[in-house]
């Protein structure tokens, strides 16, 4: 018996990385598949490899069951065909993981508007369209849902030269937490990863340079737990994946320090209460 017998799962980005081990992984648990990637180069702009066919000749040659997507996450026709491509090759969708993304990274000086969109097309109104497509899917066929999405330490902490990837990543999560309340009462929970892994995507970036042991790998079952019974109802949350290392984001409000009657703080008064109001 694996984890997802039975169930149907949408993976995005699935052709390399962290979405290729998510996907073989899932097949493993008994998932069928569709592994959806448009097969670009890592900034999006030309072809590359491997593609989402290569993913699934895997997933077939271990005895799964995988269809291969080759449409964008970033419009509504393509969100719409991903979803279609599951419910007419395996009747239903269970499962979603959006892990579709590209990287343009350019300080915030040097950045012009199409880097800026290009990015957050992919990563943040993909994760909208296919989240949508894929919810409304879950809706009309009943039985709930999980849905899994990628966010990143950049977009929880920021990051040198990462503008439009933390923006983006940070909307993810934004999403997350507000889908995760709409959709609770369908019984669709809706839950975030962040992984630190070395993949085409990452492999050339200077804080990878001297990381080891951070693989697509420790990253998966991470992703099966969400997508699975084993996470019950837990739903709004943020994993955190780092080789061996999990952890969990949480955005911590403090104290805080009231001030005596109705009248509004003065700036001078936000100075010599600062310690006061910002310590946790």
Known sequence: M????GAVAIITGAGG???RAEALLFAKEGARVVVNDVGVTRDGSGAGEPTA??????????GGQAVASTDPVHTPEGAQAIVRTAVDRFGRVDVLVNN?????DKTLLKMDLDTWRSVLDVHLTGTFLCTQAAAKQMVAQGGGGRIVNTTSVSGMLG????????AAKAGIYGLSRTAAIELQKHRIYVNALAPIAKTRMTEDLPMFQHLSGVTPEHVAPAALFLASSLAGEKTGLVLAVSGAQMYAFKV???AGRF???DEAWTPQEIADSWDAIVKG
């Open 2 to 5: 694996g984890l997802l017998d």
């Open 252 to 254: 911590v409000q403090t």
């Open 100 to 104: 579709a993304g590209i990287l343009r």
């Open 53 to 62: 066919s290569a993913v699934v000749a895997e997933i077939e040659q271990a």
């Open 259 to 261: 001030k005596e009657g």
């Open 159 to 166: 990051n040198f030269g990462q503008a439009n990837y933390a």
């Open 17 to 19: 990385g962290i979405g």
